[in-house]
């Protein structure tokens, strides 16, 4: 970022170095073009590398911040399923403890019944 900020500042000076001169100094500009026109190509290709430069960091940035995005959502993913797992298991425990109870009041009243069917006599 510093050596970007560098390379702008630079080419302001050297712009308005060249824009501060008169014509009339320009007599010798055969021979002043072509230097001129060398450092300004220098100068292109220096922020062209910077903006490039700028423009891979910022999709660095942003890929880097999309993995750790996926990231949170497959943490989240996995936090909800394992609550829903255990939410499963629970009602499971529930189904199974509420059958006990169905399976010995059922027990239960069987029992009653032959109990009671031998008690009574029969007419």
Same mark, same amino acid.
């Given at each position: 970022?510093?050596?970007?900020?560098?390379?702008?500042?630079?080419?302001?000076?050297?712009?308005?170095?060249?824009?501060?001169?008169?014509?009339?100094?320009?007599?010798?500009?055969?021979?002043?073009?072509?230097?001129?026109?060398?450092?300004?190509?220098?100068?292109?290709?220096?922020? @062209? #590398? &910077?903006?490039? %430069? $700028? !423009?891979?960091? *910022?999709?660095? /940035?942003?890929? =880097?911040?999309?993995? +750790?995005?996926?990231?949170?959502?497959?943490?989240? @993913? #996995? &936090?909800?399923? %394992? $609550? !829903?797992?255990? *939410?499963?298991? /629970?009602?499971? =425990?529930?189904?199974? +403890?509420?059958?006990?109870?169905?399976?010995?009041?059922? #027990? &239960?009243?069987?029992?009653?019944?032959?109990?009671?069917?031998? /008690?009574?006599?029969?007419?």
């Amino acid at each position: 970022m510093k050596k970007t900020i560098a390379t702008l500042i630079a080419g302001l000076f050297a712009t308005a170095a060249f824009a501060a001169q008169t014509p009339a100094a320009h007599t010798p500009a055969a021979t002043t073009t072509p230097a001129v026109a060398k450092a300004e190509a220098k100068q292109e290709k220096q922020v @062209a #590398k &910077a903006e490039v %430069k $700028e !423009t891979k960091a *910022a999709a660095k /940035a942003e890929v =880097k911040e999309a993995k +750790a995005d996926a990231k949170a959502e497959v943490k989240e @993913a #996995k &936090a909800d399923a %394992k $609550e !829903t797992k255990e *939410a499963a298991k /629970a009602d499971v =425990k529930v189904a199974k +403890a509420e059958h006990k109870v169905a399976k010995s009041h059922h #027990k &239960a009243a069987a029992h009653k019944d032959t109990t009671v069917a031998a /008690a009574t006599p029969a007419k």
